[in-house]
């Protein structure tokens, strides 16, 4: 048996990673200068840590919003996005990236895409946001076929034991979705204390699923696991009495919380300063030409982490790509009256007949 072929590259003008607000608005004023994008993101959704971490909790300093949630402010970037039609690499990360002979890049998901570039993005925040994994021997044998991180979706067989760990707002919305979505399925709620951390509407709909008796919820700690035939079978547990449980299962879906991580960004030879890529402000460039870093993954003297200066420094680098793609100064226009923006924007231009 010989190995599968490699998927043959996907070209493209700008890769953009992280779909943060920062990534959001790279990718738009990317598509204002009429460049084609690839947005990869570790989170199987947009928004990044703005969406993860904020994503009720409101922001006062966004130009012209008086207040928004992270939520909603992700959900005006995409809608100010949707025009420029990027490509989209949810859920994945960059894994690796390599500097070809031409000058272009190649960069490696972790989902098997190969991504040929002539510009590279990285507005990863400060890291890729990666879940929060269980350190139990032998659990990782499972991963990808009855174990997974956040799943956004999940193929279930008719009648299987599905167990959700985990005790926040993600683990309760996956428990109510997992009941809608698979409803001969067996769930269990698994959290170390019959507490959950979620907003009061998702807390009432879980109760009213366990008054029905159609989910049970356990609380208890992971110990070990169980096997047969190559098969995830078990779970060893420990409640908070310190008496054994034994918890039967055909799928585990693990929602603990994530963490940043800056990555294999670390190894691609950029000049780096407390693990921030080092940027001239001129042009949000990082040591490598063709590369460039903006937002809270980029140091340089006087930097604010906000996303207001986030903007900024997405436009800035947009337009300093734009003319060292082109080999050409870059004119100014205004999306109030550019014809050429407005069909870009799909927007009718006030001079059409």
Same mark, same amino acid.
């Given at each position: 048996?010989? $190995?599968?072929?490699?998927?043959?590259?996907?070209?493209?003008?700008?890769?953009?990673?992280?779909?943060?607000?920062?990534?959001?608005?790279?990718?738009?004023?990317?598509?204002?200068?009429?460049?084609?994008?690839?947005?990869?993101?570790?989170?199987?959704?947009?928004?990044?840590?703005?969406?993860?971490?904020?994503?009720?909790?409101?922001?006062?300093?966004?130009?012209?919003?008086?207040?928004?949630?992270?939520?909603?402010?992700?959900?005006?970037?995409?809608?100010?996005?949707?025009?420029?039609?990027?490509?989209? #690499?949810?859920?994945?990360?960059?894994?690796?990236?390599?500097?070809?002979?031409?000058?272009?890049?190649?960069?490696?998901?972790?989902?098997?895409?190969?991504?040929?570039?002539?510009?590279?993005?990285?507005?990863?925040?400060?890291?890729?946001?990666?879940?929060?994994?269980?350190?139990?021997?032998?659990?990782?044998?499972?991963?990808?076929?009855?174990?997974?991180? #956040?799943?956004?979706?999940?193929?279930?067989?008719?009648?299987?034991?599905?167990?959700?760990?985990?005790?926040?707002? $993600?683990?309760?919305?996956?428990?109510?979705?997992?009941?809608?979505? #698979?409803?001969?399925?067996?769930?269990?709620?698994?959290?170390?204390?019959?507490?959950?951390?979620?907003?009061? $509407?998702?807390?009432?709909?879980?109760?009213?699923?366990? $008054?029905?008796?159609?989910?049970?919820?356990?609380?208890?700690?992971?110990?070990?696991?169980?096997?047969?035939?190559?098969?995830?079978?078990?779970?060893?547990?420990?409640?908070?009495?310190?008496?054994?449980?034994?918890?039967?299962?055909?799928?585990?879906?693990?929602?603990?919380?994530?963490?940043?991580?800056?990555?294999?960004?670390?190894?691609?030879?950029?000049?780096?300063?407390?693990?921030?890529?080092?940027?001239?402000?001129?042009?949000?460039?990082?040591?490598?030409?063709?590369?460039?870093?903006?937002?809270?993954?980029?140091?340089?003297?006087?930097?604010?982490?906000?996303?207001?200066?986030?903007?900024?420094?997405?436009?800035?680098?947009?337009?300093?790509?734009?003319?060292?793609?082109?080999?050409?100064?870059?004119?100014?226009?205004?999306?109030?009256?550019?014809?050429?923006?407005?069909?870009?924007?799909?927007?009718?231009?006030?001079?059409?007949?």
């Amino acid at each position: 048996m010989t $190995d599968r072929a490699a998927p043959a590259p996907i070209d493209t003008d700008a890769v953009v990673i992280g779909a943060g607000p920062a990534g959001l608005f790279q990718a738009f004023q990317l598509g204002l200068q009429g460049l084609s994008i690839h947005i990869v993101d570790a989170l199987p959704h947009a928004g990044g840590q703005c969406v993860q971490l904020y994503g009720d909790k409101p922001i006062y300093d966004v130009p012209g919003i008086p207040v928004c949630t992270g939520r909603e402010l992700a959900a005006l970037l995409l809608q100010q996005l949707a025009p420029i039609q990027p490509q989209w #690499h949810l859920g994945t990360q960059v894994q690796a990236l390599e500097v070809l002979a031409d000058g272009r890049f190649l960069l490696s998901t972790s989902a098997g895409a190969q991504l040929r570039t002539r510009s590279v993005f990285i507005a990863a925040g400060v890291g890729a946001f990666v879940p929060r994994t269980l350190k139990i021997e032998g659990l990782e044998a499972h991963l990808g076929r009855q174990l997974h991180y #956040h799943p956004a979706d999940v193929d279930v067989a008719g009648g299987q034991q599905i167990v959700i760990h985990g005790g926040d707002e $993600d683990a309760v919305a996956a428990v109510l979705r997992c009941a809608e979505t #698979h409803p001969t399925a067996r769930i269990t709620l698994l959290h170390r204390r019959d507490v959950f951390q979620a907003a009061p $509407d998702l807390l009432a709909r879980l109760q009213a699923l366990r $008054d029905s008796g159609r989910i049970d919820v356990v609380a208890a700690q992971i110990n070990a696991i169980e096997e047969a035939a190559g098969r995830l079978t078990a779970l060893q547990l420990t409640d908070p009495q310190g008496a054994p449980q034994r918890l039967a299962l055909d799928q585990l879906w693990v929602y603990l919380g994530i963490s940043p991580k800056l990555g294999p960004i670390a190894d691609w030879g950029l000049a780096l300063e407390r693990k921030q890529l080092l940027v001239d402000t001129a042009t949000f460039a990082t040591s490598q030409p063709g590369i460039y870093a903006v937002g809270d993954i980029n140091h340089y003297a006087g930097k604010r982490r906000l996303i207001l200066c986030a903007f900024h420094e997405a436009t800035l680098a947009a337009f300093a790509a734009a003319e060292w793609l082109s080999g050409a100064k870059v004119l100014l226009q205004y999306t109030t009256t550019s014809a050429r923006l407005h069909s870009i924007l799909g927007v009718e231009h006030p001079g059409a007949s």
